[in-house]
Nanobody
Framework: QVQLVESGGGLVQAGGSLRLSCAAS????????MGWFRQAPGKEREFVAA????????RYADAVKGRFTISRDNGLNTVDLQMNSLKPEDTAVYYC???????????????WGQGTQVTVSS
């Protein structure tokens, strides 16, 4: 089982920026893809971004493309999400996700952290 701890959420005005971080443990971090998902009130959890095991490949949801950047540090076992030009519709609980394999198209393991709240005011 993978342990995931998210941090960095908060309240920000529209147009602002936040940086989320996720610390992972419980397996060899550098062998697996990682990702971020989010869940807004009353909605299902949705994909935000993913990064492959080496950091060379990334994938983004259309809603965040060009505004969010996912990155990882395999030495620190962390994966970050830099969020710029935030919009009220980005308001959600953000969750880090561990993937079953090394590529972007591996499935998430189903292990989730506690999430971190991001609130964007208009």
């Amino acid at each position: 089982q993978v342990q995931l701890v998210e941090s960095g959420g908060g309240l920000v005005q529209a147009g602002g920026s936040l940086r989320l971080s996720c610390a992972a443990s419980g397996r060899t971090f550098s062998r697996y893809a990682m990702g971020w998902f989010r869940q807004a009130p009353g909605k299902e959890r949705e994909f935000v971004a993913a990064i492959n095991f080496s950091g060379a490949s990334r994938r983004y949801a259309d809603a965040v493309k060009g505004r969010f950047t996912i990155s990882r540090d395999n030495g620190l076992n962390t994966v970050d999400l830099q969020m710029n030009s935030l919009k009220p519709e980005d308001t959600a609980v953000y969750y880090c996700a561990a993937y079953r394999g090394p590529t972007l198209y591996s499935a998430p393991t189903g292990d989730w952290g506690q999430g971190t709240q991001v609130t964007v005011s208009s």
